[in-house]
């Protein structure tokens, strides 16, 4: 049974904001850092981003190429597994849909499961369904200024229904795949999906 | 990994707070009860739950201060001045009070003696709690099984800075590039 805490009060949020707040997570106004190791720095000239096949065929973009395609701005609400979120960030980024479309044309073959790897090693995997039909992004600018590298700069992975671990900062490449594989966190304790209104926070919830 | 990560579901535990230590003006170690609690490894951390009377919950992520080999679990708590959670665990909870958790979490941020060493642990506010639990395994270690932790050169050094006082008290002396600092010796 739940023990009451004694004493204890909280901060009741406004019925709008405890609406919009997924379990467990509180509102936070600040924009928190949190990574597993230093944050890469990368010049424009030589970054790339590159979707890779199921059957190995890629399509790559260079920073100027990448920035001309079709832009989308976005207002969304964000959720970090370490509990805080942040309502209403604005972002302005290329849908994946668009990077998908385009690299069709070139004989990419996409996949059921992607693995995004970022500078520095890192990875996160996330199914192509919840990456398509205008859900995610791979964002370049927040506010309206270039997204700094503490936050992903020069371009990161937006999934904002999930868990904000899956929006892979310094994201350069989405390998699509048959079958799903844990990235990094998720080999690590993390849940394998991560939807913060199922609180699927930790490997075994349900 | 550990073995509470694997497969089943992280439970709510109830615990109960044994003692309640001033460690800083702002901070406090609540020491507690854990019926069940599966152990963990240095560096983990836990997810604590409060409810208010009518129900309301509030829940936070707080590093474990305490050894795996310690027989109560410890969770060192910086005091938040705009803080929901953290004013009522350092200034309202006392001993004999319960608090649901869950935990251990994380398999990343983690040291155990079979690693090795040399340890260089640098640390800025809060974030010597998970330090503190790394430190206290090492020396829980090193008394148990003196010689051979020696052998494994896991010596330790710890740079923190606490943020009330703005002071950095450096206790690493004589950091050589051949103490070798690695990855993987952290």
Known sequence: MTPISRGFRGRRQPEGVAARLPPGQYETRDFPVLSAGPTPRVSLSVWDLTLRGTDGQSMRWNWDEFVALSREKITVDIHCVTKWSKFGTSWEGVAIDTLISEAAKAGVRAGPYVLARSDGGYTTNVPLADLTNGKAWIAFNYGDAPLPPEHGGPARLLVPHLYFWKSAKWVRELRFMESDAPGFWESLGYHIYGDPWREQRYAGDE | ?186
């Open chain 2, 1 to 186: 990994m550990s073995a509470a990560v694997a497969g089943a579901r992280i439970a709510w535990r109830v615990a109960t707070v044994a003692n309640v230590v001033r460690e800083t003006p702002r901070t406090r170690t609540l020491v507690l009860d854990v019926p069940g609690w599966p152990g963990h490894r240095a560096g983990q951390h836990v997810d604590v739950r409060l409810t208010a009377e009518d129900g309301y919950q509030a829940e936070r992520s707080y590093s474990i201060a305490s050894a795996p080999e310690d027989t109560k679990l410890a969770l060192t708590v910086e005091e938040l001045d705009d803080g929901e959670v953290s004013p009522y665990l350092t200034e309202e909870l006392k001993a004999g009070d319960q608090l649901e958790l869950r935990g251990p979490i994380g398999g990343y941020f983690v040291w155990d003696v079979d690693i090795g060493g040399p340890l260089f642990l640098v640390a800025g506010g809060s974030g010597i709690v998970p330090l503190m639990a790394m430190i206290r395994h090492r020396n829980s270690a090193l008394s148990a099984h003196a010689q051979a932790a020696r052998r494994h050169g896991a010596g330790a050094r710890v740079l923190s800075s606490e943020r009330w006082r703005f002071d950095v008290r450096p206790v690493c002396r004589g950091i050589s590039a051949a103490d070798g600092l690695g990855r993987r010796r952290l």
